[in-house]
């Protein structure tokens, strides 16, 4: 009887245990609202569509139902303004703390709008001089919602008339600053050819237009077929192109200090720049070892993560094109450093027991493991959070957030792909099994 009373005993204190730890736990995010009006993600080629905070975080921009643009009150949760058009690339919110800028998708079009009352306060044409066939054919395809263009600042916007011809815009005014001649000549024939073939030129060149560098005083535009050259913003003065194999360059972008540059090319060679004078600093890959992938500069460093195929993720240091470590059995589908620059996400390579690891961008040490389950579908996105010390990952499925020692945190409750982070850290935005978006407070 008293073996009995005690084995009652035990078992009352672990289910009281049990009881204990489910209350007390707490969560690292709550569900705040439903977006009821959210437009779900398409699943071609993994477009997301839109999902941006205002710099203040108290709105909340989404692709719509009902309208292309829905925005939200974070505070109230009503919808604040919907703005429809015929259909957006980039949207920004400006730091006014009343309005936002989008770009109509074939990129000769900005217009700037009040976001309290989804009033159109201005429209900056510059079409003048460009046929409609030709803007047609040289409009880039662009498969997400992306961020407008513009200088840190806010003063100066890049316009593409085409892929070929830019300008450097004063954004109060909408007065035009600077011709960007980027690649002289026209051909119509090629011109046709890119709208024949445009979702595949869409995939296979990456980025079609140009970037600011994070202080403002440089930029750099490639569009695909082109090489990528280089500019003065203050002056509009041309200082180089960036040519360092004889092949396409898909991609280019800065070092986070604006010292640098750095392209890539459909060859597989990265080629690292001089900002001020152009002049090439380094050059990463050849023939025989050719990478398929910039992963990205890794934060207060001059380290960059580059991946081969079928091969595992490497770092190197920029400036040297010497190679610093290897992340051993890490996939070529994706490494990607935090936002901090204190580690790196990678993806191992036939590994079915691992949903990801996680790797000290300093020196390459490994730091975790994440563990996969048999019944998880595959990831379609990841999001550092701004401190850097928690992994969101999302599929079809769900949305789950990890720490740094490979634990679960937390799974976001009827959560899907997308998934993203608010850059002050305060909340996440989720798609969900649904059919709404549903917005999180992190505690």
């Known amino acids: 009887m008293k073996q009995f009373k005690l084995i009652l005993s035990l078992l009352a204190l672990f289910l009281f245990g049990l009881t204990g730890y489910s209350q007390n736990t707490p969560k690292f995010a709550e569900l705040k609202m439903s977006l009821s009006d959210f437009r779900q993600s398409s699943g071609f080629f993994a477009r997301y569509g839109l999902i941006r905070f205002s710099p203040d975080t108290k709105f909340l921009a989404v692709s719509g139902k009902a309208a292309d643009i829905i925005i939200y009150d974070i505070e109230n949760g009503k919808i604040q303004a919907k703005i429809d058009g015929s259909g957006f690339s980039a949207f920004s919110f400006l730091p006014d703390g009343k309005s936002v800028i989008l770009e109509e998708s074939g990129h000769e079009y900005f217009k700037i709008f009040d976001y309290r009352t989804g009033q159109l306060l201005k429209t900056i044409d510059n079409t003048k001089g460009i046929s409609g066939f030709r803007r047609m054919t040289d409009a880039p395809n662009t498969l997400e919602m992306m961020s407008v263009t513009v200088t840190p600042d806010w003063k100066t916007l890049l316009v593409m008339r085409n892929t070929k011809e830019f300008q450097l815009t004063n954004l109060e005014t909408g007065e035009k600053q600077f011709d960007i001649v980027h690649e002289k000549g026209y051909s119509s024939t090629w011109e046709l050819g890119k709208l024949i073939f445009a979702p595949t030129l869409s995939v296979l060149f990456q980025q079609n237009g140009g970037k600011f560098s994070p202080d403002g005083r440089f930029l750099v535009i490639t569009s695909g077929n082109r090489r990528p050259t ?186 899907q792909s997308p998934a993203r982070f608010s850059d002050d850290g305060k909340y996440i935005v989720t798609g969900s099994n649904k059919d709404t978006g549903l917005l999180w407070e992190i505690k």
Do not use: C
């Open 230 to 415: 280089l500019w003065n913003v203050k002056t509009g003065a041309k200082i180089g192109e960036l040519t360092p194999q004889d092949s396409f360059t898909n991609y280019a972008n800065f070092s986070p200090d604006s010292k640098y540059a750095i392209t890539y090319t459909t060859s597989g060679i990265i080629g690292i720049w001089d900002s001020a004078t152009g002049k090439l600093i380094s050059i990463i890959g050849n023939k025989q070892n050719r990478y398929i992938a910039y992963g990205g500069w890794i934060p207060n460093s001059q380290l960059i993560v580059v991946q081969r195929n079928k091969k595992d993720a490497e770092v190197f240091d920029a400036l040297t094109g010497k190679l610093k470590f290897t992340m051993l059995k890490s996939d070529s589908a994706g490494a990607i450093p935090s936002k901090n620059g204190k580690y790196i996400f990678t993806v191992p390579r036939k590994d079915e027991t691992k949903l990801f690891e996680l790797w000290n961008a300093e020196n390459g040490e490994f730091i975790a493991s994440f563990p996969r389950v048999k019944a998880d579908s595959p990831m379609t996105s990841l999001d550092w959070s701004p401190d850097g010390n928690f992994i969101m990952t999302a599929s079809k499925k769900d949305v789950r957030i990890w720490n740094m020692k490979g634990e679960l945190i937390q799974e976001l409750e009827n959560s």
